[in-house]
Protein backbone atom coordinates (compact mmCIF):
# COMPACT_ATOMS: atom_id res chain seq x y z
CA UNK A 1 0.00 0.00 0.00
CA UNK A 2 2.72 2.42 0.77
CA UNK A 3 4.34 2.08 -2.43
CA UNK A 4 1.02 2.95 -4.38
CA UNK A 5 0.55 6.36 -1.60
CA UNK A 6 4.09 7.47 -3.04
CA UNK A 7 3.25 7.15 -6.62
CA UNK A 8 -0.08 9.06 -6.18
CA UNK A 9 2.15 11.73 -3.76
CA UNK A 10 4.81 12.10 -6.85
CA UNK A 11 2.00 12.27 -9.27
CA UNK A 12 0.68 14.96 -7.23
CA UNK A 13 3.71 16.50 -7.01
CA UNK A 14 4.58 16.62 -10.82
CA UNK A 15 1.21 17.68 -11.44
CA UNK A 16 1.01 20.33 -9.41
CA UNK A 17 5.05 22.09 -10.63
CA UNK A 18 3.52 22.09 -14.22
CA UNK A 19 4.68 25.54 -15.34
CA UNK A 20 2.00 28.04 -16.14
CA UNK A 21 3.65 29.48 -20.13
CA UNK A 22 1.30 32.80 -21.23
CA UNK A 23 -0.79 32.82 -24.47
CA UNK A 24 0.23 35.19 -26.64
CA UNK A 25 -0.21 38.81 -25.89
CA UNK A 26 -3.52 40.27 -27.02
CA UNK A 27 -3.56 42.94 -29.74
CA UNK A 28 -5.72 45.28 -31.20
CA UNK A 29 -4.82 45.90 -35.06
CA UNK A 30 -6.70 48.77 -37.31
CA UNK A 31 -7.34 48.42 -40.80
CA UNK A 32 -8.98 50.00 -43.39
CA UNK A 33 -11.59 50.15 -45.89
CA UNK A 34 -8.91 50.53 -48.37
CA UNK A 35 -6.64 47.84 -47.81
CA UNK A 36 -8.66 44.39 -46.78
CA UNK A 37 -6.54 42.23 -44.40
CA UNK A 38 -8.87 40.15 -42.62
CA UNK A 39 -7.32 37.02 -44.78
CA UNK A 40 -4.51 37.34 -42.42
CA UNK A 41 -5.62 38.05 -39.27
CA UNK A 42 -8.21 35.35 -39.44
CA UNK A 43 -5.98 32.22 -37.98
CA UNK A 44 -4.49 34.22 -35.38
CA UNK A 45 -7.12 34.78 -32.33
CA UNK A 46 -4.70 36.90 -30.38
CA UNK A 47 -5.21 39.58 -33.00
CA UNK A 48 -8.45 41.68 -32.77
CA UNK A 49 -9.15 44.00 -36.15
CA UNK A 50 -10.53 47.25 -35.67
CA UNK A 51 -11.36 48.76 -39.19
CA UNK A 52 -12.12 52.24 -39.88
CA UNK A 53 -13.79 53.84 -43.09
CA UNK A 54 -10.50 55.40 -44.11
CA UNK A 55 -6.49 54.96 -43.58
CA UNK A 56 -6.55 58.52 -42.01
CA UNK A 57 -8.83 57.65 -39.02
CA UNK A 58 -6.72 54.42 -38.82
CA UNK A 59 -3.16 56.30 -38.92
CA UNK A 60 -5.06 58.71 -36.21
CA UNK A 61 -6.20 56.09 -34.18
CA UNK A 62 -3.09 54.66 -34.11
CA UNK A 63 -0.58 57.86 -33.05
CA UNK A 64 -2.57 58.25 -30.52
CA UNK A 65 -2.01 55.13 -28.82
CA UNK A 66 -6.09 53.80 -29.46
CA UNK A 67 -4.78 50.61 -31.66
CA UNK A 68 -2.08 49.05 -30.86
CA UNK A 69 -0.83 48.61 -34.72
CA UNK A 70 -2.37 49.40 -37.94
CA UNK A 71 -2.03 47.02 -41.24
CA UNK A 72 -1.93 48.80 -44.77
CA UNK A 73 -0.49 49.22 -47.92
CA UNK A 74 3.37 49.70 -48.54
CA UNK A 75 2.27 52.64 -50.64
CA UNK A 76 0.24 54.59 -47.83
CA UNK A 77 2.68 53.58 -44.92
CA UNK A 78 5.68 55.37 -46.40
CA UNK A 79 3.87 58.24 -48.01
CA UNK A 80 5.77 61.34 -46.52
CA UNK A 81 2.27 63.36 -46.98
CA UNK A 82 0.52 61.15 -44.58
CA UNK A 83 3.78 60.83 -42.20
CA UNK A 84 3.27 64.61 -41.61
CA UNK A 85 -0.36 64.69 -40.44
CA UNK A 86 0.56 62.03 -38.25
CA UNK A 87 4.06 61.97 -37.15
CA UNK A 88 5.32 59.16 -35.02
CA UNK A 89 4.74 56.57 -36.76
CA UNK A 90 6.63 53.98 -38.55
CA UNK A 91 7.17 51.10 -40.39
CA UNK A 92 7.92 47.42 -38.59
CA UNK A 93 8.02 44.88 -41.66
CA UNK A 94 5.76 43.72 -44.38
CA UNK A 95 3.63 40.95 -44.37
CA UNK A 96 2.40 40.15 -47.47
CA UNK A 97 3.56 41.82 -50.85
CA UNK A 98 0.75 41.78 -53.28
CA UNK A 99 2.23 43.87 -56.23
CA UNK A 100 5.25 44.16 -58.25
CA UNK A 101 5.55 47.27 -60.75
CA UNK A 102 7.36 46.67 -63.77
CA UNK A 103 7.52 48.98 -66.93
CA UNK A 104 5.51 47.74 -70.17
CA UNK A 105 6.15 48.00 -73.97
CA UNK A 106 4.24 46.66 -76.75
CA UNK A 107 4.54 43.55 -78.56
CA UNK A 108 6.91 42.94 -81.45
CA UNK A 109 5.16 42.92 -84.55
CA UNK A 110 6.85 42.78 -88.52
CA UNK A 111 6.12 46.15 -88.96
CA UNK A 112 6.94 47.46 -84.94
CA UNK A 113 9.89 45.44 -83.70
CA UNK A 114 12.97 45.92 -81.44
CA UNK A 115 10.22 46.59 -78.22
CA UNK A 116 11.67 43.31 -76.57
CA UNK A 117 14.82 44.75 -77.47
CA UNK A 118 14.22 47.95 -75.29
CA UNK A 119 12.55 45.92 -72.62
CA UNK A 120 15.85 43.79 -72.53
CA UNK A 121 17.96 47.08 -72.38
CA UNK A 122 15.38 48.62 -69.51
CA UNK A 123 15.54 45.57 -67.64
CA UNK A 124 19.74 45.46 -67.78
CA UNK A 125 19.56 49.49 -66.36
CA UNK A 126 17.41 48.71 -63.43
CA UNK A 127 19.79 45.33 -62.30
CA UNK A 128 22.44 48.05 -62.70
CA UNK A 129 20.52 50.14 -60.35
CA UNK A 130 19.49 47.76 -57.71
CA UNK A 131 23.11 45.90 -58.03
CA UNK A 132 24.34 49.28 -57.40
CA UNK A 133 21.79 50.39 -54.56
CA UNK A 134 21.79 53.42 -56.42
CA UNK A 135 18.11 53.15 -55.76
CA UNK A 136 17.92 54.02 -52.29
CA UNK A 137 18.62 57.85 -52.53
CA UNK A 138 15.63 57.80 -55.24
CA UNK A 139 13.49 55.77 -52.79
CA UNK A 140 14.13 58.02 -49.64
CA UNK A 141 13.66 61.32 -51.83
CA UNK A 142 9.75 60.47 -52.38
CA UNK A 143 8.88 57.73 -49.20
CA UNK A 144 9.75 57.11 -46.16
CA UNK A 145 11.46 53.90 -44.63
CA UNK A 146 13.68 51.35 -46.57
CA UNK A 147 13.11 49.79 -49.60
CA UNK A 148 11.42 46.13 -50.22
CA UNK A 149 13.34 45.85 -53.31
CA UNK A 150 16.62 44.01 -52.95
CA UNK A 151 18.47 41.31 -55.29
CA UNK A 152 16.59 38.59 -54.43
CA UNK A 153 13.98 40.26 -56.55
CA UNK A 154 15.75 41.19 -59.25
CA UNK A 155 16.72 38.35 -62.48
CA UNK A 156 20.28 38.00 -63.20
CA UNK A 157 19.70 36.43 -66.55
CA UNK A 158 18.99 40.15 -68.03
CA UNK A 159 21.75 41.04 -70.58
CA UNK A 160 22.22 43.83 -72.50
CA UNK A 161 20.54 43.36 -76.26
CA UNK A 162 22.65 44.07 -79.25
CA UNK A 163 20.06 46.27 -81.42
CA UNK A 164 18.72 45.38 -84.65
CA UNK A 165 19.18 47.83 -87.23
CA UNK A 166 15.80 49.22 -87.88
CA UNK A 167 14.32 48.69 -84.42
CA UNK A 168 13.13 50.64 -81.99
CA UNK A 169 16.16 50.42 -79.62
CA UNK A 170 18.07 50.72 -82.45
CA UNK A 171 16.37 53.99 -83.78
CA UNK A 172 16.47 55.62 -80.31
CA UNK A 173 19.97 55.16 -80.02
CA UNK A 174 21.29 56.11 -83.50
CA UNK A 175 18.99 58.76 -84.26
CA UNK A 176 15.79 59.99 -82.00
CA UNK A 177 17.80 59.86 -78.73
CA UNK A 178 14.99 60.11 -76.62
CA UNK A 179 13.37 57.73 -74.29
CA UNK A 180 10.22 58.42 -73.81
CA UNK A 181 7.73 57.05 -71.04
CA UNK A 182 3.20 56.66 -70.60
CA UNK A 183 2.80 58.16 -67.10
CA UNK A 184 0.04 59.86 -65.53
CA UNK A 185 -0.47 61.94 -62.53
CA UNK A 186 -1.58 59.47 -59.73
CA UNK A 187 -1.46 61.66 -57.21
CA UNK A 188 1.29 59.70 -55.00
CA UNK A 189 4.70 59.77 -55.05
CA UNK A 190 5.25 57.13 -57.72
CA UNK A 191 4.06 60.36 -60.01
CA UNK A 192 1.82 63.51 -59.78
CA UNK A 193 2.16 66.98 -61.77
CA UNK A 194 3.71 69.96 -60.51
CA UNK A 195 2.41 73.56 -61.21
CA UNK A 196 4.61 73.53 -64.19
CA UNK A 197 2.96 70.01 -65.62
CA UNK A 198 6.38 68.38 -65.34
CA UNK A 199 6.14 65.15 -63.76
CA UNK A 200 7.57 64.26 -60.58
CA UNK A 201 7.98 61.02 -58.53
CA UNK A 202 9.62 57.87 -57.78
CA UNK A 203 9.24 56.81 -61.15
CA UNK A 204 10.26 59.18 -62.66
CA UNK A 205 13.16 59.85 -61.24
CA UNK A 206 14.08 55.66 -61.48
CA UNK A 207 13.44 55.69 -65.26
CA UNK A 208 15.51 58.99 -65.58
CA UNK A 209 18.36 57.25 -63.94
CA UNK A 210 17.53 53.94 -66.28
CA UNK A 211 17.46 56.27 -69.56
CA UNK A 212 21.26 57.72 -68.35
CA UNK A 213 22.32 53.69 -67.50
CA UNK A 214 21.20 52.81 -71.43
CA UNK A 215 22.88 55.82 -72.47
CA UNK A 216 26.23 54.85 -71.06
CA UNK A 217 26.32 51.46 -72.29
CA UNK A 218 25.41 52.49 -75.45
CA UNK A 219 27.30 55.52 -75.51
CA UNK A 220 25.11 57.47 -76.70
CA UNK A 221 23.25 60.83 -75.80
CA UNK A 222 19.66 60.18 -74.73
CA UNK A 223 16.89 61.64 -72.76
CA UNK A 224 14.36 60.63 -70.59
CA UNK A 225 10.95 62.34 -71.03
CA UNK A 226 7.72 61.32 -69.64
CA UNK A 227 4.23 61.90 -72.06
CA UNK A 228 1.25 62.86 -69.56
CA UNK A 229 -1.29 60.86 -70.97
CA UNK A 230 -3.93 61.60 -68.09
CA UNK A 231 -4.44 58.06 -67.09
CA UNK A 232 -3.87 54.16 -66.88
CA UNK A 233 -6.30 53.72 -70.06
CA UNK A 234 -5.21 56.24 -71.71
CA UNK A 235 -1.88 55.25 -70.98
CA UNK A 236 -1.98 52.03 -72.89
CA UNK A 237 -4.02 53.38 -75.99
CA UNK A 238 -1.32 55.68 -76.18
CA UNK A 239 1.55 52.80 -75.95
CA UNK A 240 -0.19 50.65 -78.71
CA UNK A 241 -0.53 53.90 -80.29
CA UNK A 242 3.26 55.12 -80.82
CA UNK A 243 2.67 57.96 -78.82
CA UNK A 244 5.50 56.45 -76.31
CA UNK A 245 8.39 53.79 -76.20
CA UNK A 246 7.09 52.61 -72.77
CA UNK A 247 4.43 52.69 -70.32
CA UNK A 248 5.02 53.12 -66.26
CA UNK A 249 2.27 53.52 -63.73
CA UNK A 250 2.48 51.28 -60.75
CA UNK A 251 1.37 48.37 -63.28
CA UNK A 252 1.86 44.65 -62.54
CA UNK A 253 2.81 42.43 -64.63
CA UNK A 254 0.18 40.50 -65.04
CA UNK A 255 -2.32 42.98 -65.45
CA UNK A 256 0.27 44.15 -68.60
CA UNK A 257 -0.35 40.51 -69.88
CA UNK A 258 -4.51 41.47 -69.57
CA UNK A 259 -3.90 44.27 -71.59
CA UNK A 260 -1.81 43.05 -74.15
CA UNK A 261 1.56 44.12 -72.72
CA UNK A 262 4.76 42.75 -71.97
CA UNK A 263 6.44 43.52 -68.52
CA UNK A 264 9.85 43.64 -67.55
CA UNK A 265 11.66 43.54 -64.43
CA UNK A 266 10.03 44.24 -60.94
CA UNK A 267 11.00 48.21 -60.15
CA UNK A 268 8.97 48.84 -57.03
CA UNK A 269 7.28 46.35 -54.44
CA UNK A 270 3.94 47.00 -52.54
CA UNK A 271 2.36 44.60 -49.79
CA UNK A 272 0.66 44.78 -46.76
CA UNK A 273 3.02 46.33 -43.88
CA UNK A 274 2.70 46.69 -39.94
CA UNK A 275 2.65 50.18 -38.41
CA UNK A 276 3.51 51.13 -34.80
CA UNK A 277 3.32 54.58 -32.72
CA UNK A 278 5.39 55.01 -29.71
CA UNK A 279 2.46 54.00 -27.84
CA UNK A 280 2.39 50.51 -29.65
CA UNK A 281 4.32 46.97 -27.83
CA UNK A 282 7.63 47.09 -28.02
CA UNK A 283 8.35 43.97 -31.19
CA UNK A 284 11.65 43.13 -32.41
CA UNK A 285 9.62 41.72 -36.01
CA UNK A 286 6.47 41.45 -37.57
CA UNK A 287 7.14 37.33 -36.30
CA UNK A 288 6.62 38.64 -32.59
CA UNK A 289 2.97 39.05 -33.84
CA UNK A 290 2.49 36.51 -37.05
CA UNK A 291 5.08 33.93 -36.15
CA UNK A 292 3.77 30.09 -35.59
CA UNK A 293 1.08 29.35 -32.89
CA UNK A 294 2.45 26.97 -30.24
CA UNK A 295 1.24 25.31 -27.63
CA UNK A 296 3.95 24.57 -24.77
CA UNK A 297 1.66 23.74 -21.64
CA UNK A 298 0.09 20.93 -23.98
CA UNK A 299 3.30 19.21 -24.80
CA UNK A 300 5.00 19.97 -21.61
CA UNK A 301 1.86 17.95 -19.58
CA UNK A 302 2.12 15.28 -22.37
CA UNK A 303 5.80 14.76 -21.64
CA UNK A 304 4.90 14.67 -17.44
CA UNK A 305 2.58 12.39 -17.59
CA UNK A 306 4.90 9.91 -20.10
CA UNK A 307 7.11 10.63 -16.90
CA UNK A 308 4.75 9.71 -14.42
CA UNK A 309 3.52 6.38 -16.01
CA UNK A 310 7.06 5.56 -16.27
CA UNK A 311 7.70 6.19 -12.55
CA UNK A 312 4.96 4.25 -11.28
CA UNK A 313 5.51 1.33 -13.08
CA UNK A 314 8.51 1.23 -11.78
CA UNK A 315 7.38 1.74 -8.30
CA UNK A 316 4.65 -0.89 -8.19
CA UNK A 317 7.07 -3.46 -10.02
CA UNK A 318 9.59 -3.00 -7.37
CA UNK A 319 6.61 -3.43 -5.00
CA UNK A 320 5.67 -6.55 -6.03
CA UNK A 321 9.01 -8.02 -6.26
CA UNK A 322 9.73 -7.19 -2.28
CA UNK A 323 6.27 -9.05 -1.68
Known sequence: ???????????????STVPVVSASSEYTVASSEETPVSHLLGSHSHITEQNYLDYNMAMRDLMVGNVDFFLTSQ???????N???????????????????????????????????LLEAINSALKEIFSSNSDSDVYMTWFMGEPE???SLVSQT??????????????????EQELVACMYDQESPMSWLDASAVMR??????????????????????????????????AVQDLKRGDCDFLVGSMSAQ??????LRGGQAYYVDGIVLMASE???????????????????????????????LLAIFIIYQSLRRD
Open 83 to 117: SENTPGLEIIGMIEITEYYVPAVRPDTQQDFGNAE
Open 255 to 260: NAVSKG
Open 201 to 234: GFEADIFEMATTRISSHYSAEMSFRAWDSGGEFE
Open 279 to 309: YSPELDDVNDIFGEDTNPIVDDFDRRWILIS
Open 1 to 15: MRPIIACLCLASLLL
Open 149 to 151: MDM
Open 158 to 175: HQWPTPTEGGLLYQMIHD
Open 75 to 81: IIASSPE
